[in-house]
């Protein structure tokens, strides 16, 4: 597993944790920023499956 790989994961995991957190204390400012962390970081992770 390669340093972008990773980065890409830890993105997306944290956007989640943003997003679930966003969702238990009704904040859908943060709710949508965890949604728009967690492409951003399945989009690393497609993007890094192309090149290999």
């Known amino acids: 597993m390669d340093s ?3 980065k890409g994961k830890a ?11 966003g969702d238990a204390i009704d904040n859908h400012e943060m709710e949508a920023e965890g949604k728009a962390q967690q492409a ?13």
């Open 4 to 6: 972008d790989k990773i």
């Open 11 to 21: 993105k997306e995991l944290a956007g989640k944790a943003k997003e679930t957190l």
């Open 40 to 52: 951003a970081g399945n989009a690393k992770d497609a993007v890094r499956s192309v090149t290999d």
